[in-house]
């Protein structure tokens, strides 16, 4: 038994010497890859890259439609939900829609689109229970407003831009009478997406690429001040309804010309108010292009 333990172990050696050397030796004739290699990849990924949209100078525009997307961007930075943010464009068409401009010229050239706008953001964080310390807004609407500047020190400038939210905040509360109440089409579009999912739903995901497509238009229409003029239940079947005459895809259990499926959903709802409130959403991609 002796013999045959010592002879086993003498093969094993043998043998992991043999493995070894055989390693060494492919060490040594394996070929290295050119280092180039990895950057003529990252050149060619980089080609097609999606290009970056070009930050927005909103010192150079004046209109509304860029005021909101304003308010949109420093939500956004700052962290607040998005039904937050709507409230604040909301604000924003409201205050515009009651002030008198002939009255309010003077305070208005004082304070602008852009303060008006950041005291929107101030005023729909306290609403909704989001307090957002006014130090940082101040911090954020400056940064995007002056992309490369420094940041904004305790000095004059600083005590400056507050003062202006702080009126403009009152302003705001005073023209819209303290009523900041409204009916958001999001408290009722979630539950309209749930009734129709089985009917829209198919292998190929046809039904979350409808009603993502009918969320992106209700989030624009925020930045249209035509979103007073509807009901908010209207407002959310009309972004379905638009999402399904973009893609194509009839329903499958209401018969339009019999009952239009939207009227299962909003009794009050007519054919004529749907496609007014449709065209409102499409008018809003031309206000991007006009301002």
Not at 27 to 35: F, G, H, Q, Y
Not at 66 to 83: D, Q, S
Not at 98 to 120: G, K, P, Q
Not at 256 to 261: D, G, L, S
């Amino acid at each position: 038994m002796g013999k045959k333990a010592q002879k086993m172990k003498s093969v094993t050696k043998s043998k992991t010497k043999a493995h070894k050397q055989k390693v060494k030796s492919h060490k040594k004739n394996k070929i290295s890859k050119p280092k180039y290699r990895t950057k003529q990849r990252s050149e060619s990924q980089d080609k097609f890259k999606k290009p970056e949209a070009p930050l927005t100078d909103y010192l150079a525009h004046k209109s509304n439609y860029i005021a909101v997307r304003f308010i949109f961007e420093c939500g956004i930075k700052l962290g607040l939900k998005h039904i937050t943010i709507c409230s604040a464009a909301v604000y924003f068409h409201k205050f515009y829609k009651h002030v008198d401009a002939n009255t309010y010229d003077n305070y208005l050239t004082a304070y602008r689109n852009l303060s008006i706008a950041s005291a929107t953001l101030y005023l729909a964080s306290k609403v909704h229970d989001e307090t957002v310390r006014l130090r940082d807004l101040i911090n954020v609407c400056y940064h995007t407003l002056h992309r490369d500047a420094a940041p904004l020190r305790l000095a004059e400038d600083y005590w400056n831009f507050r003062d202006s939210i702080v009126h403009a905040e009152m302003l705001i509360m005073r023209i819209l009478q303290f009523d900041t109440t409204f009916d958001h089409p999001h408290n009722y579009f979630l539950h309209y997406v749930q009734t129709l999912r089985p009917v829209f739903y198919s292998k190929h995901g046809k039904d979350i690429i409808v009603f993502k497509k009918a969320y992106d238009f209700l989030h624009d229409f925020y930045h249209s001040s035509d979103i007073l003029q509807f009901k908010a239940q209207h407002i959310a079947i009309a972004c379905i309804e638009l999402a399904i005459k973009v893609y194509g895809i009839p329903s499958q259990i209401i018969d339009y010309e019999i009952q239009p499926w939207y009227q299962a959903l909003v009794e009050d709802l007519d054919k004529d108010t749907i496609w007014k409130a449709m065209a409102a959403i499409m008018d809003t991609y031309d206000l991007e292009l006009t301002d």
